[in-house]
């Protein structure tokens, strides 16, 4: 059964109406199975988080995980982080759209021409099936890296210096936000305005370890500095009851003048 707020049509493409919720955190389904991650979903409630499906499900798997979530009236994100030339990384969010799907990352390194590419395709194939075009939004510098790493791929910039440029380059091309550190989420809030998404990794609670991620925060400051969505894996998804650990999350965003949804 969906949730209240939700509309498939025949196509499987969800329509969203004016209560459709709009939860802060987005769980990171970094599963190897899809078995594995639907048995999460029937966990959770789409009332209180969206989901993130990234490469290791999708390739695994392929879109039919994506559409079963969207029937059961989740916001998706596909997090693809597209990188191509600009006819192919067009194709690929034009087949993105076709899924339902709430939000698609392409990288801004890509370049004007790709994200211009990205950002008319977007709009063209929503437009085209009758639905609302999803969230368009950039990769700026992966949260596992440093200024040391930058400097030996070739980047003279700092992280928080190249970060700005591809925000400042991105917001250009008519993308709706990035995917950022919330380190610097304070940073590009004053510089791209109230209505530039940022989309914070990198999220962990304050007792967890930092694994492989460089630059994390806990959820309270990451909202705090800013952002707009927290992707959020295993302190939800490797908890006892993630559920309960969604909620208190959410609870805990609520007390510091955050809606859940």
């Given at each position: 059964m969906?949730?209240?707020?939700?509309r498939v049509?025949?196509s499987?493409?969800?329509?969203?109406?004016?209560?459709?919720?709009d939860?802060k955190?987005i769980v990171a389904?970094?599963?190897?199975t899809?078995t594995?991650?639907?048995?999460?979903?029937?966990?959770?409630?789409?009332?209180?988080?969206a989901?993130k499906?990234?490469k290791?499900?999708f390739v695994?798997?392929?879109?039919?995980?994506?559409?079963?979530?969207?029937?059961?009236?989740?916001?998706v994100f596909?997090d693809?982080?597209f990188?191509d030339?600009?006819n192919?990384?067009?194709n690929?969010?034009a087949?993105?759209?076709?899924?339902g799907?709430?939000?698609?990352?392409?990288h801004?390194?890509?370049?004007r021409?790709?994200?211009?590419?990205?950002?008319?395709?977007?709009?063209?194939?929503?437009?085209?099936i009758?639905h609302k075009?999803p969230l368009?939004i950039?990769?700026t510098?992966?949260?596992s890296l440093?200024?040391?790493?930058?400097r030996?791929i070739?980047h003279?910039?700092?992280?928080?210096?190249e970060?700005?440029?591809?925000a400042k380059?991105?917001?250009?091309?008519g993308?709706?936000?990035?995917?950022?550190?919330?380190h610097e989420?304070?940073?590009?809030?004053?510089?791209c305005g109230?209505h530039?998404?940022l989309?914070?990794?990198g999220?962990?609670?304050?007792?967890s370890a930092g694994?492989?991620?460089?630059r994390?925060?806990?959820?309270?400051?990451?909202?705090?500095a800013?952002?707009?969505?927290l992707v959020?894996?295993r302190?939800i998804?490797?908890?006892?009851?993630?559920l309960?650990?969604?909620?208190?999350?959410?609870?805990?965003?609520?007390s510091?003048g955050?809606?859940?949804?």
């Amino acid at each position: 059964m969906l949730e209240p707020g939700i509309r498939v049509q025949e196509s499987g493409i969800r329509q969203e109406s004016v209560d459709m919720p709009d939860p802060k955190v987005i769980v990171a389904l970094d599963f190897a199975t899809p078995t594995a991650a639907m048995a999460l979903v029937d966990r959770l409630d789409p009332q209180q988080c969206a989901l993130k499906v990234g490469k290791e499900l999708f390739v695994t798997a392929g879109p039919d995980p994506v559409r079963r979530m969207v029937e059961r009236g989740f916001n998706v994100f596909l997090d693809l982080k597209f990188h191509d030339i600009p006819n192919t990384v067009a194709n690929a969010c034009a087949a993105a759209v076709k899924l339902g799907v709430w939000m698609i990352n392409v990288h801004a390194s890509g370049g004007r021409a790709m994200l211009r590419a990205a950002r008319d395709t977007v709009d063209a194939t929503a437009a085209g099936i009758g639905h609302k075009a999803p969230l368009l939004i950039g990769v700026t510098v992966l949260t596992s890296l440093k200024d040391a790493d930058l400097r030996e791929i070739g980047h003279a910039n700092t992280v928080i210096g190249e970060v700005s440029a591809l925000a400042k380059l991105t917001e250009a091309c008519g993308l709706d936000g990035v995917v950022c550190s919330a380190h610097e989420a304070a940073a590009l809030r004053a510089q791209c305005g109230p209505h530039f998404k940022l989309v914070t990794p990198g999220i962990r609670l304050a007792d967890s370890a930092g694994d492989d991620q460089a630059r994390t925060v806990t959820p309270e400051v990451a909202i705090q500095a800013g952002a707009d969505y927290l992707v959020i894996g295993r302190p939800i998804t490797q908890a006892a009851d993630p559920l309960a650990a969604l909620r208190a999350i959410n609870a805990s965003l609520a007390s510091r003048g955050a809606p859940a949804a």
